[in-house]
């Protein structure tokens, strides 16, 4: 079945730390994978997807088709980026998203 | 830039009542969608909507739950019944393709509290 895991529920890190949001996917086909993140009392909003390979915000993430992962990752935290974070994946005829569990990343001073 | 809204932002109903989530997705979107996410859990999808008629829904989305798009501009989820357990953050969701990377838009979430 399809599945989107995100470990971790709380990642907790200091200002100018890097940071890796682990996700791992369960999926037969070829996946379409989405980052999205949701700050304090604002909506889901997109942040990348896999098929542009581009950084947003100074956030990457690659697909890892043997390890089945899509981790997002920032060399350098800002308190800015405390929010909660979605990996999503895009299924099935209709376009429907399966999330993660979500994880939230607090960046302390 | 155009945005999905919803509203109400916050609704609470007594079980067993009738409620009516609103949605207005972005005007020339023709994909749409609610999900939900019951508090401290993931978000799940309930059903997609195209061309005026539910093009999938999960096995969340039972007898109980209804979608129209009654105007062209509002899309609609209904509960016919409400229990305890549907008390949760609803989401809709909008997207002008299918095909490919295509962003879904959301809205900002409607809190229902059913007691």
């Known amino acids: 079945a399809q599945r989107v895991t995100q470990p971790e529920k709380l990642l907790s890190v200091f200002k100018g730390a890097p940071v890796e949001l682990k996700c791992n996917y369960s999926y037969s086909g070829s996946p379409e994978l989405f980052w999205y993140v949701q700050y304090s009392r604002q909506r889901l909003q997109l942040l990348l997807r896999h098929i542009s390979r581009e950084s947003i915000k100074g956030f990457t993430a690659d697909l890892n088709k043997g390890e089945t992962s899509f981790h997002l990752k920032k060399p350098f935290a800002q308190e800015e980026d405390s929010a909660m974070y979605y990996c999503a994946l895009k299924f099935g005829n209709t376009g429907k998203l399966i999330f993660g569990q979500g994880t939230t990343l607090q960046v302390k001073p | 830039e155009p945005e999905v809204t919803q509203t109400p932002s916050h609704q609470v109903t007594q079980m067993g009542q009738e409620v009516i989530l609103r949605c207005v997705p972005i005007?020339?979107?023709?994909?749409f969608y609610w999900y939900r996410q019951i508090l401290g859990q993931k978000v799940e999808f309930l059903v997609s909507?195209?061309?005026?008629?539910?093009?999938?829904k999960s096995e969340i989305f039972d007898d109980q739950f209804s979608v129209e798009r009654p105007d062209g501009s509002n899309f609609t989820l209904k509960i016919r019944s409400t229990k305890l357990e549907d008390s949760a953050m609803y989401f809709c969701?909008?997207?002008?393709?299918?095909?490919?990377?295509?962003?879904?838009?959301f809205g900002p979430g409607t809190r229902l509290t059913v007691l």
């Open positions: 909507f195209y061309n005026n008629e539910i093009s999938e």
């Open positions: 005007s020339n979107h023709l994909y």
């Open positions: 969701a909008s997207s002008t393709e299918l095909a490919g990377y295509n962003e879904q838009f």
